[in-house]
């Protein structure tokens, strides 16, 4: 009965007719002109534009997850602040296809933020350090900066497909978390502070030798150590990350469709 | 009576230990505006969570066109329009985009039916303007336009008053009563506003503390012969006792100036008659009818919160 797509229309909807949205995709974009100003005028062009994208993308993307975390956490939160819930869900759709409406646009928006991600930085860095560049990596540079694969340009591609694959994992935890306690600023403090801070400590977790510590989310977040030019010797190899990942996704989305199915809505 | 669109039956509500609704048993036909009264507390707002499935019931089931709200939710729903509580919409849309928002959940509802919905609201003026700009009024408007765009059966508003000015009073009510005669869908009101719903409805159910008290007709109960409390001005009170104490009826005296009887149409013509045989000067003569607030708080003992 209905169509899905005009469920996921409505979510689009809220989320491209607000300012802030635009806001969050002009601020990448500025930041990736910015930064490559700013190297261009202290560094000259003696540089790659593929390792300035590299570096730019590294950066940016955190901020990118912060604005899509942002994003994801308010969807559910916002619509039991302003009470809106309670005429969303008086249709006749169920509220697991609500929700996952709500989850698909959120999806949308993070690859929306990436593919402008990549779009920005690497048109930026063309015209800033590509265009009749004299510099042109040699075998040795290729091979530090982007190993194992067939040419810069897939390597960043496939930079961003792992980044796009945890980023995926965290902005599930962050709408489950916003889902359950129908808190934004909870899941946003909650969400950051586990990625960001957590990550910090991630390294020295490592040289303990707990079995557990293996299991942890977080041990598997950062995807890009398996094509990067540092391959961390701590045995653990891509598949076995994304079969974690993939079970604490599974866990997340079992328990957001759960809570929110289940709730008396008396907001 | 018609056939009742909505059924509750044996409704109960239980959140830790506490009987929210106890046992709620309602019918309501269409083409009937059927007024849901009670105290604040006494679980009017939960009753209608109820029957549009915000809140799971306990115990019983609704039934909405024979489909089952517990079971059948998305069938049942689709002949509910709503207003819960406030009409909250999204504040950073226009009037228009949030129409357009409901619109697309339920297939079949064409720009067409916006705008002529935006046109039965009367807020053709400023539609395209975010609802962050409106009124309450106005958005009470917007909450309305959105309940009915999909023609329902059922039409369920909580305290719809709230917010409207008279003028925005009288229009919603006489709206609704249209709805009701001419599009015979059935429409359930919550208020505490007695004097409105005695307005605005054909019957009224009174709950207090999550249980039903009393449902009651309102419509054509004046034209049917009641007997009343009558009061009659005059100028000795005394002579006027004993001038209808000899036509056979049982004056009191009401103050310094009057005397009261119960008494019916015909008892109120034939007291006149009397009292003016006996030379008794009448100043007035007036039906006392019992207000629909008194009933209520009559039948709810004063009590506030139950």
Redesign the interface.
């Known amino acids: 009965?209905?169509?899905f797509l005009?469920?996921v229309?409505?979510e689009n909807?809220?989320i491209y007719?607000?300012a802030r949205s635009w806001v969050m995709l002009g601020i990448l974009v500025a930041s990736a002109i910015l930064i490559s100003i700013l190297w261009l005028s202290f560094g000259g062009r003696d540089t790659s534009m593929w390792e300035v994208m590299s570096t730019e993308s590294m950066i940016l993307f955190m901020l990118l997850t912060i604005f899509a975390v942002v994003i994801a956490a308010s969807s559910v939160a916002e619509e039991f602040a302003?009470?809106?819930i309670?005429?969303l869900?008086?249709?006749?759709?169920?509220r697991s296809k609500i929700l996952l409406s709500k989850y698909v646009s959120i999806m949308l928006f993070a690859v929306l933020l990436a593919a402008v991600l990549f779009a920005s930085t690497w048109l930026i860095n063309w015209i800033c350090f590509g265009i009749n560049s004299a510099v042109s990596l040699d075998e040795t540079q290729q091979m530090l900066l982007f190993p194992g694969s067939s040419g810069p340009f897939a390597y960043m591609l496939m930079y961003y497909g792992m980044k796009l694959l945890s980023l995926a994992v965290t902005l599930t935890l962050a709408f489950m978390i916003s889902t359950i306690f129908r808190s934004g600023a909870l899941a946003i403090g909650l969400s950051l502070f586990l990625l960001l801070g957590v990550n910090n400590f991630v390294l020295l977790l490592g040289y303990l030798e707990y079995e557990w510590i293996d299991y942890l989310l977080f041990m598997h977040l950062d995807l890009t150590k398996y094509i990067g030019a540092t391959r961390l010797e701590d045995g653990s190899n891509l598949w076995f990350s994304l079969g974690i990942l993939g079970a604490y996704y599974v866990i997340f989305v079992a328990l957001t469709w759960y809570v929110f199915n289940?709730r008396?809505?008396?907001a | 009576m018609a056939q009742p669109v909505v059924r509750l039956q044996n409704v109960s509500k239980r959140i830790g230990g506490r009987t929210i609704i106890d046992r709620l048993t309602l019918d309501l036909p269409l083409g009937e505006v059927f007024g849901f009264l009670g105290p604040n507390g006494s679980g009017k707002t939960t009753t209608i969570?109820m029957m549009?499935?915000?809140?799971?019931m306990t115990e019983g089931d609704i039934w909405i066109n024979g489909h089952s709200i517990a079971k059948e939710?998305?069938?049942a729903?689709?002949y509910?329009g709503?207003?819960?509580?406030?009409?909250?919409?999204?504040?950073?849309?226009s009037g228009y985009?949030n129409l357009m928002?409901?619109a697309?959940?339920?297939?079949g509802i064409t720009e067409h039916r916006v705008h002529e919905v935006v046109k039965l609201v009367g807020l053709e003026g400023r539609i395209q303007d975010k609802v962050r700009t409106y009124s309450l009024g106005m958005r009470q408007r917007l909450g309305v336009a959105?309940a009915i765009l999909h023609k329902p059966q059922l039409l369920i508003l909580d305290e719809p008053t709230n917010g409207l000015d008279p003028a925005g009073i009288r229009e919603l009510r006489d709206y609704l009563r249209l709805l009701a005669k001419e599009e015979g869908i059935a429409i359930f009101v919550s208020s505490h506003l007695l004097s409105e719903m005695e307005l605005m409805c054909d019957r009224v159910a009174i709950i207090q503390g999550g249980k039903l008290i009393d449902v009651r007709t309102i419509r054509g109960a004046e034209s049917r012969a009641e007997t009343a409390r009558v009061i009659i001005e005059v100028d000795r009170p005394q002579g006027a006792i004993e001038a209808l104490q000899a036509s056979g009826l049982a004056p009191v005296q009401e103050g310094e100036q009057a005397i009261a009887i119960e008494t019916d149409r015909e008892g109120i013509a034939a007291a006149n008659a009397a009292l003016v045989a006996g030379g008794i000067k009448v100043y007035g003569i007036r039906a006392h009818v019992k207000s629909l607030e008194d009933q209520f708080l009559e039948v709810t003992g004063g009590e506030s919160i139950g």
């Open positions: 009965m209905g169509n005009q469920l229309h409505n909807i809220k007719k607000r302003s009470g809106t309670k005429l869900l008086i249709r006749p759709w169920s289940k008396d809505v008396a | 969570r549009v499935g915000l809140m799971s939710y998305e069938k729903i689709r509910v709503a207003i819960v509580e406030n009409p909250e919409m999204y504040k950073y849309l985009d928002h409901y697309r959940m339920i297939p959105q």
